[in-house]
Structure formats: structure tokens, C-alpha cells
């Protein structure tokens, strides 16, 4: 496959100035990428996790362009992001999760309109992009609103739409599901789902949603203290860092800790008990020997949140 | 740094050999379309902040009509003046309202086009400034054009509503050239603080709480521009005609018109540069943008 995001021992180092005393500042270096390496083919999709300020965001602001790196060599469908920020600009699309770009006091077609001209995208698809945008992210009835009265989920979809209507090579999301409700957040993926499979869109997203990833990545990568720690598969994330997923059950009565072979019991209180289980494997089969066994009442199931995966990915290795 | 290969590394202090690079990626025709991209970005966003001010009609009004007033209460205090003194600093008042009209316009005009480049530590601060950087338009333009407010017509108004009364009073012989000197004068002028703004604003870069710096040159400057040269001390004349050339907005060439001798011994041709300073000033200003702006993409802070 065609590499299309090329990174080669790519450093990002920051002068950070301390006060130390009253007048005298000290410097000191803070490596927030350190020497990463990685490719992304035309048309994959990567979740980019890690825990904050493992250097996500400067990886992201390095790969459009906004920050120069201090060394290494990055290439984006062939262009050096710092040098060619612009030409870049028009490839990319990048929805930054927490800020929007969409302008405040006028309806949210105005903002269309504006991308419309700024990148330059020809009537006919504009016109073809904005009603798939329209249709798929259900704005129609929104593009009358000010943006100022649309909530956090529909503001997102609008925001999304905005990055795609000049048809750029590589969407680069920054937590794009933060903050929102559960509709919104199928609504969000089911559209990023169809954009990468019909049209080929490169994805790369970061995010603390592990359900974001385990739905729409095939492939992640976990980044910590500006290093690659992981690159593959999300179910071999979970086997690395050996986590665990807690099914939580609440019995009819209180009963003295379940004792059931595919899961152990690590917390009791009255009748509702935590069950951990490997990550990597299926809760169906424990849920049905529980219920044949117990006097099950209600279920629910938490899944492993990244920070807890990578801590277990360091107690992994420094046990080794 | 840990990778050995010769191509992978390039030295962490960007040497200045990358900075050359940098500029030579420039020629002379890509300069050309980064100027026009920029001014029909600027249209466009200054276009998009006009309707967002629409959509509240009132505020627009009373807020254009209370930087009238609140500017015009300037001059009214030199009005005031003159009701107990017939000169000041040895000058009439439809001079002084000569000096006062051009500093005031000149500076509306750059205070329209790109006071909001002072805004700029905010968007540095708060993160905004990278949505910017991802756009395909020049961020000086886009910075610029950040809330262009039609409000600071307000300014502008009363600024040559002033310029106009003294133009009428003063005892002036109107030959082409002295005709001239009016529109070069305002036109350098606008420049001129422009390029103070930017400059100040690229400050901001490394200094995000710089502005109060910037205001006390910008707004500072215009205020004392509004006087004439004989009322401050020598030092400080000296200063904002060779330090930050701000004299070249009204002082030197308006001085010219009146045939007034300006109080440092300067050849007479001196009232004649303020194209040259003000092509010079925002030479120097977009510099200053770009040296900020690379410093921005090396720290991001």
C-alpha cells in the first residue's frame, strides 16, 4: 500500500523556562515527541491514543503544518507540512473537538458558504459534498440556525461537515465524541464509517473513547512521553496490557461473592457484585453461565478506559 | 539526538541555512499571490464579521454612535482649551485641528483595517490561532480581518469631520502641491500605524499579554500626534521621528503645508518621505510577523 502519512524518527522539543527564583528563570527541554516513526496507508483508519500530554496534539500540529518539528522527517501525500502549510490546507481537513470554526452569530450555512470560496471548491461540488454532508449528518433542518443555538452534538456534525467539503485526502479528528450524548455519537460514527469506506477518506482520530476506536479503527496506536508504545490491532492492545473488562451484576438478594470459572469477583456491596474479565474475550458466555447459576436481576458492562490500559501496558513490561 | 542518518536529522536551533531556504521558497510571484490571497481572504472574513454585526442592528448603531461621541469628546476638550488661550504652542486652533484631523483619520483608518491584531495573545493563549493555521489563506489576514468592526467608522467620521474644519480655517495658499500632501499624508499615515499595529501584534507572539505595550504606542501615539511638536520636550520628538517613526503621519508633512519650521533642524525634504517611511514601517512589520510566526510553529506557546 501506498504510504500516505510518513513519519521517520520525528522530534518535537520544547524549550520550557521555569522561574526559579525571583528574577532567574531556569531552561529546561521537554521532549514531547521523541524520535516517532510511522506510516499510514491512503485509506486506513488509526486510532491515536495515549494519555494526556503523551504529545498527541503536537503529533496532529506537526502533521498540519501549525508546529515545525525539531527533527525527523514527516511527509503528508508527499508534502512537507511546515514548509508548505497552505498547499497542505487544501488535502487536509482537521476538526479540532473542543473549538469550533464555525462562525458564532450566523447561520451555520454561512460558515458552508465561506469554505465554499476560501478553498476555492467548485459549484457543482460544493453542491454534491454539502447535501451528502446534509443528508448524512442530518443538518438540513440546522443550516438556518446560528450556530450559537445549535447544542455540543449538532454543533460537532456541523463541524465535521465544514472539514469535508473541499473532499480532503486525511480528516483529522480531535476528539470528535467528547461531550456529547450517545445519539449523537453513533450519528458521528456511523458518518466516519461511511466517509472512510465510500470514498476512501485516511482517518486518524484521537480520543479517550475506547468505544470510538473499538467501532470504527482497525488499527491503533498508543503514544506515551512522545514514544510509540503500541501499533496494531485494538483486541492485541487489550492482550499487551493484559485489561480487564467489569461486568456489573445486580442480584435479587445479597449472596456471598460469586464464585463462576471465566470471571473473578472483585468487589461486593449488598446485592451488586463486579465481575473482571479478560478484555479479549466475549461476555456472552459468562453472562448465560451467571444467569443459569444466579438470580441475576440487571447487567451492565464497563469497558477499560485507556489510561487504564496503558497503565497495565507499564506494569506489563517493567514486571517482565 | 538519537538517529544517526545525516538525511533524517536536521539540528534542533534551526540553523540559519533553513531560514534561507524558507525565504527562497518565496519568489517573487508566490509573494505576489500570497498578497492577493491574503486581501480576498481578508474580504471575505471582514465580510462574514460585518453580517455577524448585523444580526444585532441596535448594538451596531449605538456602538458606532458612542465611539462618535466618545472620540469627539477629545476634541472638545482642546475646544475647551482654546476658550482661555488663543494659541497653543504657538499654533491656532484650525491648525491644531489640521494636525488633530489627520492623526485621528490616519489612525481610524489602521485601526479598522488591522487594529485587531492586538487580539492576537488571546487566540495565541486560548489555542484559537491553530484553526487558523489550518485554513489555506495567509494568517495575517486572517488575523486581521479577526471581528472587523464597521463600529470604528465611528472614529474615522469625526476624525475628518475635525480634519475638515481645520483644512476650512487655516491661512493656507491650496497650490497642487499642498493639495497633494493631504491625501499622501493620511494614506502614509494609515500605513504607518498599521504597521505599528502589526508590529505590536507580532510581539504578541512571544508576549501574549504585550498588548497594553502596543496601546500605549498605538492609541498613545495618536493622542500625542493631536498636539503640535512645540508642546513637548525635544527628547521625545526626537524619539518618534527616528524610534518609531510616528512624526512622518502628520507632524513633518502637515507642518510642511502650514510653513511652520519643525522643531528639530531637518531639511526640508523631510516632509516629503512619509511614502517612503511608510513602505519602509511595514516592510519591517511583515518581518517582524513572520519572524513571530516561526517562533509561534518552533515553541507553539
Known sequence: MEAFIELDGVE??????????????????????DGLSFTVARGEMVGYIGPNGAGKSTTIKMLTGILTPSGGRLRVAGIDPARERTRLARRIGVVFGQRTTLWWDLPLKDSYRLMHRMYRIPDQRFRENLERCVELLDLGELLEVPVRQLSLGQRMRGDIAA??????????????????????????????????????TTVLLTTHDLTDIEQLCRRVMVIDHGRLMYDGALAGLHEVGESERTLIVDLERELPPVVIDLARTVRVEGPRQWLAFPASQSAAPLVSALAARYPVMDLSLREPDIEAVIAKMYAGRSGQ | MPSPEPLAVEPAGRSTATRSVELDAFPTRTRLSTLTDGLRAYGMIAAMWIRSTMTYRASFVMTTVTSFVVTAFDFIAILLMFTHVDALGGYQLGEIAFLYGAAATSFGLADLLVGSTERLGRRVRDGTLDTLLVRPAPVLAQVAADRFALRRLGRITQGLLVLGYGLGTVHVEWTLLNLLMVPMMLVSGALIFAAVFVAGGSFQFWAQDAAEVQNAITYGGNTLLQYPPTVFAKDLVRGVTFVVPLAFVNWLPALAVLDRPYPLDLPHWFAYLPPVVAVLCCWLALLAWRAGLRSYRSTGS
Do not use: C
Request: charge should be positive; hydrophobic fraction near 40%.
Open chain 1, 12 to 33: 518535537k522539543v520544547f524549550d520550557v523556562r521555569r522561574r526559579a527564583g525571583l528574577l532567574r528563570r531556569e531552561k529546561s527541554q521537554v521532549r514531547a515527541v
Open chain 1, 163 to 200: 472539514a469535508l467539503l473541499h473532499d480532503p485526502e486525511v480528516l483529522y479528528l480531535d476528539e470528535p465524541t467528547i461531550g456529547l450524548d450517545v445519539i449523537s455519537k453513533a450519528k458521528v460514527r456511523d458518518f466516519l464509517r461511511d466517509l472512510n469506506a465510500d470514498r476512501g
